[in-house]
């Protein structure tokens, strides 16, 4: 019987996710497919004991779900628990399992590109939802050196005090970071300050980056944000948003599925899908 898959959020409508699952399912050839729900915040308990009842085997979860699942979900993987955020669900004997490939993909795509990365000096800058997503990741996988700069300043300071694992992490306003960036061997921009419309924004000036460092935005609209243009021109190695958008969407799909799929094929169809 076909498997039905799917993506739950409040807009949903311009979800690139069904373009890239439903083409990974068919490539695979496998009887699956994977559909859009608009699903406000105040069906979301409802929705989700629905889509166990009709036997839905997974879906992903985006805006504003994505914490307010938790409580819905029979079991959280450690890693998504501890963020507090999920974006992924499987069913597994019975249960409805939530796992956070937003992280696990940012991870992927920056360990990828980087060795050593827990040896590395690493700034992030902003300290919402992203930020605590990479933070949190950064450190579970043993990285200690972690510092965090965000306009204001006092949320840089509450996620450091609120993340368990081992680190060795200041919180910085924009300024104090932009005095001391040539000292960090990684930068990972995750605010909104850059994404379209507002192309011709930074977060901070880049003006003391060191000629060797590696800078990563997540932002994947427009996939070379004025950061990264800046940090190229000034000698750095960049990396935009799609590697981690492509990965957040391999790793759902080997979750329910166990097989790995073909991610050159998913960055394709995203690189077309949003022109
Ligand atoms: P997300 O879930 O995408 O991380 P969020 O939780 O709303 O979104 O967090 C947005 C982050 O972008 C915050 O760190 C925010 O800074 P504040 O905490 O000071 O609000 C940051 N941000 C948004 N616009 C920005 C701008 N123009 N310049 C600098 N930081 C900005």
Redesign the pocket.
Known sequence: MKKIYGVIGDPIAHSISPAIQNDAFAHQELDCIYHPFHITPENLNDAVKGMKAIGIAGFNITIPHKTTIIPYLDEVDELAATIGAVNTVSYQDGKYIGYNTDAMGFYKALSDQISNLTEKKILV????????AIYFTLLSHGTVSVDIT???LE?AEALIADCPFEKQSAALT?VQAEEKLAEYDVIIQ????GMSP?QD?M??SIRNLSEGSFVSDIIYNPLETKLLKEAKQKGADVQNGLDMLVYQAALAFQIWTGITPDTTRMKNIMRTTLG
Request: proline content about 5%; hydrophobic content about 40%.
């Open positions: 800058i902003g300290a919402g939802g992203a930020a605590r965000n306009r204001t949320k924009l995750t605010t909104s300050a507002h924004a977060p901070f």
